[in-house]
């Protein structure tokens, strides 16, 4: 049984900053990666950032240079500081974790937490 709860969502004005939290929890061994993607309405969900089990991250183009995800030393909590927030980037934000599981890696998805960003 794996949980994720996220946290951080809100509305802020262009130019303004939020920092996203999800947590993981239950009978985890092995994450192979955890990251956010975001999905608006009409549009397609899209992966914003990763970070992997070695520590490198990944960055949509859209947002090189204004967000930036980490984890905790436990490697059960992942962020994502948003900066110099873009209303286009209002969506719901949703937490992703991908656990081996033997040969497979599952994926498992926290409840969405949504961002306004006002122009």
């Known amino acids: 049984q794996v949980q994720l709860v996220e946290s951080g969502g809100g509305l802020v004005q262009a130019g303004g900053s939020l920092r996203l939290s999800c947590a993981a929890s239950g009978s985890i061994f092995s994450i192979n990666a955890m990251g956010w993607y975001r999905q608006a309405p009409g549009k397609q969900r899209e992966l914003v950032a990763r970070?992997?089990?070695?520590?490198?991250?990944y960055y949509a183009e859209s947002v090189k240079g204004r967000f930036t995800i980490s984890r905790d030393n436990g490697q059960n909590t992942v962020y994502l500081q948003m900066n110099s927030l873009k209303p286009e980037d209002t969506a719901v934000y949703y937490c992703n974790a991908n656990i081996q599981v033997a040969i497979s890696g599952y994926d498992y998805w926290g409840q969405g937490t949504q961002v306004t960003v006002s122009s």
């Open positions: 970070i992997f089990r070695s520590g490198n991250t």
